[in-house]
């Protein structure tokens, strides 16, 4: 970008140090400055209106300008803006929000508060420590993870999270957190093997992997009941039940990461019902409050709940927590928000509108780029390939996926481009068919235009 003076844009290059950005190219290409938005639609500085076709980052569920939201945040602000939950201290906005969220929960029993999916997923590997201390077993500290897997970018997190972009240079994964095979068919599955047969091998990974490190050194299990980050990756059906036997035997935690597929993104109220997992611990954040606040919690089962509660009272305390842990106006938001879940049926509503997607992707699976069409619910991806058959990637090099991607905004729609040329769809919940349709035919469009550029490029 050139003479931009004192614009946004140039004071942006300046001094923003924009997170997941290349951000040596960012000096050239400069920011997309969002301005307002509305229901679904984002507006930028220059006035063009786009469809957020990933509500934000997976989270803005109830779309733009809920006053209902904006109404639950002022009230807190007016009467009790801070207050923390350290100490035994409590308010009424956590106290109430916990409760609805155990309510809600497959099978979980307390709830512990925190501002990010990160920190909420931080807080279950220094938990699983914990618990594992507590209960005298001082070698049981590993935490498997899977490749492709994503949990976030703090420490521990970022270990967990199983994409190179999260290690490289950073110096991680750090000592006991390994990842095991990702549960992908369409990318890692055997010639001639079967869904089924892939998920069992899946899980005889596992157990190979419990096996060769000691299951006296395996703490936890984490996993997204459908892999967000790393590629929108929907398990085979049996997947979880296989992997739960394996854990079970082991005596391994299984920790459920849904801070993507939670509060209805799958169709469900969480993916754990999607899959009939049974989690020790979980974690939810993004549209726990639809993203208007940040706010994230852990949640654990009564059996963690209990030795954790136990080890701090020998101990003096459960030394942990976040200054924010909790925030009222956080809690009050989330809480709300999950009133509006309930009360205008959200589940009801995705699963009407979810074909629009669903359907309308898959109607393009014949086309030359596309390799998989992959999602349910209101989450999906389309991945593309150089080669049908052969279901060869495009070189990274060609940056296929962010040029379709960047296709699509001057469509006005607007989509995020993963590792792998995925594309991935997550639009707020609220989205109506007819502007699921103006999103998937924006993505169409961008689709000619983008093998139309390849062949232009002689890349075809
Ligand atoms: N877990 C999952 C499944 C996520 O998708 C994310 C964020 N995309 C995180 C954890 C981390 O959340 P945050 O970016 O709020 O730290």
């Known amino acids: 970008m050139t003479d931009m003076g ?14 997941y950005s290349n951000l040596e190219k960012h000096k050239e290409t400069g920011p997309l400055i969002l301005d307002h938005a509305e229901g679904v639609w984002v507006v930028d500085d220059n006035g063009k209106r786009y469809i957020e076709g990933m509500a934000g980052l997976w989270c803005a569920s109830l779309g733009y300008g809920e006053q209902r939201l ?17 100490a035994s201290r409590s308010h009424n906005p956590a106290i109430d ?8 929960s497959p ?12 920190e909420a997923t931080d807080t ?3 938990t699983a420590w914990f618990y594992n201390n507590a209960l005298g077993r001082p070698n049981k500290k590993k935490i498997i993870a899977r490749t492709k897997g994503y949990h976030g970018v703090t420490v521990a997190a970022a270990s967990m999270t199983g994409l190179p972009y999260n290690h490289i240079d950073f110096d991680l994964p750090i000592a006991n957190i390994m990842h095991t095979s990702c549960p ?36 936890a299990f984490i996993a997204e009941p459908v892999m967000g980050a790393g590629g929108v990756i929907v398990p085979p059906r049996t997947y979880f039940e296989k992997i739960q036997a394996v854990l079970n035997k082991y005596d391994v935690l299984l920790v459920a990461d849904e801070v993507i597929c939670g509060f209805g993104r799958t169709g469900k109220m969480f993916g754990c019902e999607q899959f009939g997992i049974k989690p020790d611990i979980m974690t939810v954040a993004k549209a726990l409050s639809s993203a208007y606040l940040p706010i994230s919690a852990m949640m654990v089962n009564q059996k963690v709940a209990d030795v954790v509660a136990k080890n701090s009272g020998k101990i003096g305390t459960f030394g942990h927590g976040y200054t924010y842990s909790g925030h009222p106006v956080s809690a009050a938001v989330a809480l709300e928000t999950l009133k509006i879940y309930e009360e205008r049926d959200i589940l009801g509503h995705v699963n009407a509108v979810a074909p629009h997607l669903q359907d309308g992707l898959r109607k393009l699976t014949d086309h030359p780029l596309v390799g998989e069409v992959r999602g349910l619910g209101l989450i999906a991806a389309v991945e593309l390939v150089a080669n049908k058959e052969t279901r060869e990637n ?3 090099k060609l940056a296929v996926a962010p040029t379709l991607v960047n296709k699509a905004l001057e469509h006005g729609v607007i989509l995020r481009a993963m590792m792998g ?37 002689g890349c075809w």
């Open 107 to 118: 099978g979980m029993a307390q709830v512990f508060f925190a501002n990010s999916g990160s």
């Open 6 to 19: 004192n614009s946004p844009a140039s004071r942006d290059i300046a001094y923003v140090m924009h997170p």
């Open 124 to 126: 279950v590997v220094k």
């Open 184 to 219: 992908h068919h369409y990318r890692f599955g055997q010639p001639g093997e079967g869904e089924e047969e892939f998920a069992s091998r899946m899980a005889d990974d596992l157990e190979k992997m419990i096996l060769e490190e000691g299951p006296d050194t395996v703490a």
């Open 394 to 396: 495009f070189d990274p």
């Open 421 to 457: 040329d995925a594309i991935a769809f997550s639009p707020p919940l609220v989205i109506t068919g007819d502007e699921l349709d103006m999103m998937v035919d924006g993505f169409a469009k961008a689709l000619d235009e983008t093998l139309a550029w390849l062949k232009s490029e």
């Open 70 to 86: 904006i109404d639950a945040a002022t009230k807190q602000l007016k009467q009790l803006p801070y207050a923390h939950l350290f």
């Open 97 to 104: 929000l916990a409760e609805k969220l155990v309510a809600m």
